[in-house]
């Protein structure tokens, strides 16, 4: 195939471009050239921007696209306009459209709808935003793959919402979890979403799927990252309400963690839709493993979003105990 990737150099896109390569596929990458220029020196590079400077995409033809940077509905709709022949449309969603995330969003649940104009996608909006981006897809490329994945997670990881865990597990003393261990947790490894992309291009599979692997328990996901880590840290389990006393916050500075009650199923969405459709899923322990592979490289990034600061989580910890010894 002739492949054009929107992006591909930083994360999910990167991986995609891995793969199709590997495959024997030629690839086209369209970006600003902003992140990693210097990756794939041979592969063809189109530099531009999606808001406002598509021109080198001006009726160019592809057997297949894949959208991994599409965030808001106006740059989506202006890229799709741009393109000549495309035989296969992949857009890259987030299980963030539903409208409700209290309980468990199958792939025909509402999605959510855009309360007022805002193109500011960091924000609450992202989800409705992204929704949107997904019709004006479908208004040019009825027969598109939309997979909607929930917490992509591996090698490259710019956020650090997932390799916080093994990493944090390469340090010495406790570490803190927020109880219950048997709460849910699920993630999808970014080589086996990037591999069920480019296989989907290959075959033409069409269709809107939540890209995630089954749910494991908080206490597995842990238990996995402390044992490939090689540590014998204590995992000390901490009541949430105790957590939100010490203004520890969910998701980003403790990932993994949601207390939010509107986001209680986000951990925990249905997959079998997806798992039917071809989507492979290796053992967490191998994306474990590769994390760890990573961050030995030195490549991962030390300022990433994500985390709990080492002197507040002592602090937390230390404050946990004492509480203990008082009742």
């Known amino acids: 195939m002739q492949l054009l990737v929107l992006g591909g150099t930083q994360f999910l896109g990167r991986h995609v471009v891995d793969t199709a390569l590997a495959a024997g596929h030629s690839v086209t990458l369209f970006n600003r050239g902003q992140t990693r220029p210097e990756l794939y020196p041979d592969v063809e590079k189109l530099r531009g921007d999606r808001d406002g400077n598509v021109e080198p995409l001006a009726g160019r033809s592809f057997d297949a696209v894949v959208d991994t940077s ?14 000549g022949e495309v035989g296969h449309y992949t857009f890259v969603s987030t299980i963030s459209v539903y409208d409700d995330l209290s309980s468990p969003a199958f792939e025909n649940s509402p999605t959510a709808v855009l309360e007022e104009p805002t193109e500011e996608y960091r924000s609450p909006a992202y989800g409705a935003l992204k929704a949107l981006c997904e019709q ?115 998701w980003m500075e403790l990932p993994l963690w949601l207390q939010d009650p509107a986001f ?33 490289c030195g490549e991962a990034p030390t300022d990433a979003p994500a985390g709990l600061a080492r002197d507040k989580e002592q602090a937390v910890l230390d404050a946990w105990a004492s509480d203990r010894s008082l009742r």
């Not at 740059?75 to 741009?82: C, E, H, I, L, P």
């Not at 917490?151 to 340090?171: A, C, H, K, M, S």
């Not at 086996?192 to 597995?220: C, H, K, M, Q, Y």
């Open 264 to 296: 209680a199923a986000m951990l925990s969405t249905p997959v079998e839709r997806s798992l039917a459709a071809g989507l492979t899923i290796r053992p967490l322990v191998e994306t474990v493993a590769a994390t760890l592979e990573w961050i030995a």
């Open 70 to 83: 599409g965030y808001l509905p106006r740059v989506v709709s202006a890229t799709v306009a741009a393109l």
């Open 136 to 250: 004006a897809v479908l208004e040019r490329f009825p027969d598109a793959f939309v997979p909607r994945p929930g917490l992509i997670v591996g090698p490259w990881d710019p956020t650090g919402r997932f390799t916080y865990w093994p990493q944090r597990f390469l340090d010495p003393g406790p570490v803190l979890a927020p109880a219950p261990p048997g709460a849910a947790a699920q993630v999808i490894d970014v080589r086996d979403l990037a591999a069920w992309i480019v296989e989907s291009a290959e075959t033409g599979r069409s269709g809107t799927f939540n890209a995630v692997a089954p749910p494991t328990t908080r206490a597995e996901l842990l238990e996995t990252c402390r044992l490939a880590a090689g540590s014998d840290a204590e995992i000390v389990w901490i009541d949430p309400e105790f957590l939100v006393e010490q203004e520890v916050g969910e």
